[in-house]
């Protein structure tokens, strides 16, 4: 079992930057692959970017390629998706997720934080 609480969310201007944490709780958050989806009005949720338990694999979807960087800390139990480059289209509510060993569903979700990118 794992909780998961997302910060850093606001509002930044077309071509700006903002850096999201999120804050787990337990001691299997270094088993975990984690992931941020982002979820825009409108629309379905959709995976933003994924790591490995050890950080040494990284997925991105083509739409941030190059704009945002995951990372995570696993002795502070923390997870990063700095986003540099911001477009209005990056605006959504931000969900982490954790995805538990030899499981391909996301078990665990944060509740979201805003991000407002505005042009």
């Known amino acids: 079992q794992v909780q998961l609480e997302e910060s850093g969310g606001g509002l930044v201007q077309a071509g700006g930057s903002l850096r999201l944490s999120c804050a787990a709780s337990?001691?299997?958050?270094?088993?975990?692959?984690m992931g941020w989806f982002r979820q825009a009005p409108g629309k379905e949720r959709k995976i933003v970017a994924r790591?490995?338990?050890?950080?040494?694999?990284?997925y991105y979807d083509y739409s941030v390629k190059g704009r945002f960087t995951i990372s995570r800390d696993n002795a502070k139990n923390t997870l990063y998706l700095q986003m540099n480059s911001l477009k209005p289209e990056d605006t959504a509510v931000y969900y982490c997720?954790?995805?538990?060993?030899?499981?391909?569903?996301?078990?665990?979700w944060g509740q979201g934080t805003q991000v407002t990118v505005s042009s």
């Open positions: 997720a954790a995805q538990p060993p030899y499981v391909s569903s996301w078990n665990y």
């Open positions: 790591i490995s338990s050890s950080g040494g694999s990284t």
């Open positions: 337990g001691r299997t958050f270094s088993s975990y692959a």
